[in-house]
């Protein structure tokens, strides 16, 4: 079907937000605008700390500052919008508007995906083989695992929303929901979108969960590993990879509940959607900085650079 024939019949989605009281909107606008805010200056200072501290120039920081700029984006491409409609009594968002919203937050989120699975193997190689670490992680490796990760973001997002934008939208146009939500979106075509629906099911909800579980039995092999041994250093790979543990249950938790049954009554939830797209950008760099000692010696010797650089005369 035609895209523009679509467009001409639903131009806008309206959609229903988190709370219909003024008072209480403007309560949501304050904490969602501060979590933003933090959002912003807590990954854009872990990418600035990678870049320009040497003592950060190694293959875990490289995926950390990489995992901080897609929280970064994921986040963008939802919260100002979700932030401005707190401030408007009818919240609507163009059509054009709804489909670039879905292709950014399905691009971001299954590249950050992607990359947790890179941070995964780059962990396995440093605790089980050791000695071979810095020839297995090169940097073309690094480069590669990059790449990967962009490609495997754009592919998932693609599959996707080339049948999503030609799907005719001939009535309702009412998402309960704070932003354009892929399952949400699907449900209000005038059309059977069986065959959408499971493409959704098994690419963005089936295929976290077997990420994730695949993830969670490396985890596991490398913590038999590190309980093997008795030393400082295996007491340092087991803070960082409890933060790595922890980072990718609250990445891919609300994603499976969100994904991988995404048409029954009860899996939309608004607290996951939330959870996901800003509260989850905003606690990997906190979980990443504050068990990290050497992200906040880093942190640290940057501001000190700052703060001497503004006094010096």
Known sequence: ???????STVSEFILVGLSTSQETQIFFFAI?????????????LIVISVIVDNHLHSPMYFFLANLS?????????????????????HKTISWWGCMIQMFFMHFFGGGEMSLLIAMAIDRYVAICKPLHYKTIMSHRVLTGFLLLSWVIGLIHSTSQMVFTVNLPFCGPNVLDS???????????????????ELLVI???GFLSLICFLLLLISYAVMLVTIWQRSSSASSKALSTLSAHITVVTLSFGPAIFIYAFPFNSYSVDKFLSVFYSIITPLLNPIIYT?????????IKRLSNQHIGSWLTP
């Open 178 to 196: 704070f932003f354009c939500d892929l399952p949400l979106v699907i449900k209000l075509a005038c059309t059977d979108t069986y065959t959408l």
């Open 1 to 7: 079907m035609d895209l523009l024939n679509n467009r």
């Open 290 to 298: 504050l068990r990290n000692q050497e992200m906040k010696a880093a």
């Open 202 to 204: 098994v690419n963005s």
């Open 32 to 44: 969602f605008f501060l979590i933003y805010v933090a959002i912003i200056v807590g990954n854009l």
């Open 69 to 89: 700029f897609f929280d970064l984006c994921l986040s963008s491409a939802t919260t100002p919008k979700v932030i401005s409609d707190f401030l408007r009594k």
